[in-house]
């Protein structure tokens, strides 16, 4: 679409992406980072008129997510708990529904509900100090994608030994440089969920697997996510179900198991966990308040 010059300003690429039919949050994002600066400078300066290099990156970037290109894909990169992360079509885009999933982690050790598992206190000398102590040992991201919750643990527990694994290599090149980036190393393992950690144990293992049943009406928005990460058989529970099931040959006793699914797998989840040999299973809620995961401890 041609631009006239006189018209480069920030309000009038606002109208240009509502008239393309992108949302003003998205627009706004894009626009601050064409410019290099702040969503709030961005929203103060309406009258800023955009140099033509600032106007054709901007543009890139707008038709893509006109698209429905995810706008982390667009931009490169997604912020996840604290963590500005590299994402790429090959990793799913983290959500901040994910979160949650870190932030349950992080409950269960804080409140001491890990007490005696893998902590690091208790299984190794790190000095003294109730913080070295409140921190699992060994922990596992299966599925890692960008490695968006291993490195928010490893932000959390700077002395655990963090592992990460992917049946993706693609995915698994992200999150390595991601771990780099950030100065978080994780040490990753290529491979189908428990076969990539064969003959290793874990104090706390988590997951966000592909959960998604096949022909959902949902998928329609996510083209632009890989498949793999996204959708399983069973209903969307066969990945859930092989992941618990192997869990008791590959988790420390008293360890915990904290899964992400669908907003109706959690009785499903759950049964799986109370099978497996899982005891103090519960569950937490997402943003929009759909019961995103649910987790358990293993019996010891
Ligand atoms: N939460 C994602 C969605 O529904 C799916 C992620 C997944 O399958 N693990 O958009």
Known sequence: ?????????????????????????????????????TRTWVLSHSEYALTPKEYSVFQSWLQQRAQGLPLA?????REFHGLMLKVTPDVLDPRPDTETLVDWALEIWSQGGAD??????STRQLGSGPAAAREPT?????????????LA???????????ASDVSVAALSVAQANAKALGLPLTLHTGHWWGAVSG??????????????EGDSHLASLVHEPFVALVAAQDGLADL?????????HL????????????????AVAQALAAAGFVEIGHRSDLAGHTRCTGGRLRR
């Open 73 to 77: 894909y667009c931009l490169g990169r």
């Open 200 to 213: 290793l144990r874990f104090d706390l293992a988590v997951a966000n697997p592909p959960y998604i049943r």
């Open 1 to 37: 679409m041609a631009w006239p010059d006189a018209t480069l300003t920030v309000q009038a690429c606002l109208q240009q992406a509502q008239a393309l039919g992108v949302a003003r949050l998205d627009a706004t994002l894009l626009l601050a980072e064409a410019l290099k600066q």
């Open 138 to 150: 060994r922990v596992l991201d299966l599925g890692t994608g960008s490695g968006a919750i291993a």
């Open 116 to 121: 005696h598992v893998g902590s690091a206190g």
């Open 252 to 267: 420390a006793p008293g360890a915990w198991l904290l899964l992400e699914h669908g907003h109706d797998q959690a009785v």
């Open 153 to 163: 643990l490893k932000a959390a527990y700077p002395h655990a030994q963090v592992h």
């Open 241 to 249: 179900r092989t992941i618990i099931k192997g869990a008791p040959l």
